[in-house]
């Protein structure tokens, strides 16, 4: 497996135009949100005949985020534990749609078309595939791509692929 430095660096290769890094930053915490809102909506929790209290929590999201979290600790403990905030804080979203009585799966649904739809005008504008039809792991590298950059816009010399 590649690491992380050589991850990211194949991606920012796809990632160099501004307007795509833009669209890109707004787009993938909206990707990574609706995704995992989408995949809350299959629970098999139930199915498995776990108690209601425990149930809801068991869906395709949170199988998928170990299995997203046994990845990121592989590239480094750090990238683990920003992915792990990550997913907390979409949860605390979907929890909340969900308590507000918004239809869940539909809102997903609307964001994530959106998103990638910008996503793709994105790499219209760059002139470049996506970075995922070379290969589909690159789906769990663009939210350390939003992440280097923050860290970088907030002046941390220690970005996220030095573990």
Same mark, same amino acid.
């Given at each position: 497996?590649?690491?992380?430095?050589?991850?990211?660096?194949?991606?920012?290769r796809d990632h160099q135009h501004p307007t795509n890094?833009?669209?890109?930053?707004?787009?993938v915490p909206v990707i990574?949100?609706?995704t995992l809102g989408l995949l809350w909506c299959l629970q098999i929790g139930r199915w498995l005949g776990?108690?209601?209290?425990v149930a809801e929590y068991v869906n395709v999201a949170?199988?998928? /985020?170990? =299995? $997203?979290? !046994?990845?990121?600790?592989k590239l480094s403990v750090r990238s683990a534990l920003v992915m792990t905030g990550w997913f907390a804080l979409s949860v605390? /979203?979907? =929890? $909340?749609? !969900?308590?507000?009585?918004?239809l869940l799966a539909a809102v997903c649904a609307g964001l994530w078309i959106a998103a990638?739809?910008?996503?793709?005008?994105?790499?219209?504008?760059?002139s470049a595939k996506p970075s995922f039809a070379?290969?589909?792991?690159?789906?769990?590298i663009g939210p350390l791509f939003v992440m280097e950059k923050v860290y970088r816009a907030l002046g941390n010399r220690r970005v996220s692929h030095q573990a």
């Open positions: 497996m590649r690491s992380q430095s050589e991850f990211l660096a194949a991606y920012s890094q833009l669209i890109h930053m707004i787009c990574v949100f609706s776990l108690p209601l209290e949170t199988v998928g /985020g170990l =299995l $997203a979290f !046994g990845f990121y600790l605390v /979203g979907i =929890l $909340a749609l !969900g308590g507000a009585g918004w990638w739809a910008l996503q793709f005008y994105g790499h219209e504008v760059e070379e290969d589909l792991v690159f789906l769990l």
